[in-house]
């Protein structure tokens, strides 16, 4: 089982910041590392697929980074909606596995 | 507009099965690989298990021995049992909508399952 590793596992930000989050996995997946984004009793929402695909209606400020092993979710000009955890998931191989979220506060 | 709506029994005691269903309304079911996702109150995502139309199925290996998935074409749907139940398994369940090797782009709204004595 491939193992995702975020960091950190909170963060706090101020309007207009620019923050990262990454993933580690604990063996290569190419570029099968998506990132989600999840609001508090809400379902996950898809941001960003394979790596760098950002998913159609997403705010250009999120943008997704990496290959292999490392992989990095940044938000460039933070926003007070974009208070949430925020997940990576791999698709690479069976069982898939997720992250254990970060918790971004504004 | 592809909307999963999901529904089955929200309160289980221990040793009895959980049993929940997900229709699929909108877009094509053929092609995907339909999810069950959970997560425990607080917690992280952990994923159940797929089904294909075809009834192909693929396991978490943690849950394997306990979980069953079927898929009704007919109705564009597809369901999840999981038996002998615990605490342990108290956690909000999501379907989802895969692909090999895809991420899950349409969620359903959740079903919170307690698992209470």
């Known amino acids: 089982e491939i193992v995702l590793t975020q960091s950190p596992d909170f963060q706090s930000g101020t309007p207009k910041e620019k923050v990262t989050i990454a993933c580690r996995a604990s063996?290569?997946?190419?570029?099968?590392l998506h990132w989600y984004q999840q609001k508090p009793n809400q379902s996950p929402k898809l941001l960003i697929r394979?790596?760098?695909h950002v998913i159609s209606g997403v705010p250009s400020r999120f943008s997704g980074s990496g290959s292999g092993t490392d992989f990095t979710l940044t938000i460039n000009g933070l926003e007070a909606e974009d208070a949430a955890t925020y997940y990576c998931?791999?698709?690479?191989?069976?069982?898939?596995?997720f992250g254990q979220g970060t918790k971004l506060e504004i | 507009q592809v909307q999963l709506q999901q529904w089955g029994a929200g309160l289980l005691k221990p040793s009895e099965t959980l049993s929940l269903t997900c229709g699929v309304h909108?877009?094509?079911?053929?092609?995907?690989?339909w999810n069950w996702i959970r997560q425990p109150p607080g917690k992280g995502l952990e994923w159940v298990g797929e089904?294909?139309?075809?009834?192909?199925?693929n396991y978490n290996p943690s849950l394997k021995s306990r979980v069953t998935m079927s898929v009704d074409t007919s109705r564009n749907q597809f369901s999840m049992n999981l038996s002998s139940v615990t605490a342990a398994d108290t956690a909000v369940y999501y379907c989802?909508?895969?692909?090999?090797?895809?991420?899950?782009?349409?969620w359903g709204q959740g079903t919170l399952v307690t698992v209470s004595s």
């Open positions: 909108g877009g094509s079911f053929s092609g995907y690989y």
């Open positions: 089904i294909n139309q075809s009834g192909g199925t």
């Open positions: 063996q290569t997946i190419g570029t099968g």
């Open positions: 998931h791999q698709s690479s191989s069976l069982p898939v596995t």
């Open positions: 989802v909508r895969g692909c090999r090797g895809c991420p899950g782009d349409y």
């Open positions: 394979s790596a760098s």
